[in-house]
């Protein structure tokens, strides 16, 4: 079964940017889409990107376009979410997620492996 990993959270000033890495191992990965979905306190998870299995096409939330970019690499099994122009409301822990299929979706359900996530915290 494959494992998701992802790191590179932290504290960050508003209108700061920070890089997430999501690592697979142990399981199908180049096949598949892979989202990032990410849940602030007292909130529901919410979707947040999401790339197709070769990169060729990617889907944002409205609140993150313009300033976050997910990518690839399938010869390292990683995915990536470049954030940029941070807000305090981007505040929230990051979950990357393996889909079911290679094509991009935007929902919990279409994703069937889910890493541990890893915190952001933008201070206004």
């Known amino acids: 079964q494959v494992q998701l990993v992802e790191s590179g959270g932290g504290l960050v000033q508003a209108g700061g940017s920070l890089r997430l890495s999501c690592a697979a191992s142990?399981?199908?990965?180049?096949?598949?889409?892979m989202g990032w979905f990410r849940q602030a306190p007292g909130k529901e998870r919410e979707f947040v990107a999401a790339?197709?299995?070769?990169?060729?096409?990617?889907m944002y939330a409205d609140s993150v376009k313009g300033r976050f970019t997910v990518s690839r690499d399938n010869a390292k099994n990683t995915v990536y979410l470049s954030m940029s122009s941070l807000k305090a409301e981007d505040t929230a822990v990051y979950y990357c997620?393996?889909?079911?299929?290679?094509?991009?979706?935007?929902?919990?359900?279409?994703?069937?492996?889910w890493g541990q996530g890893t915190q952001v915290t933008v201070s206004s």
């Open positions: 142990g399981g199908t990965f180049s096949s598949r889409s």
């Open positions: 790339i197709s299995w070769d990169g060729a096409s990617a």
């Open positions: 997620a393996r889909g079911r299929y290679g094509s991009v979706r935007p929902t919990n359900v279409d994703y069937n492996v």
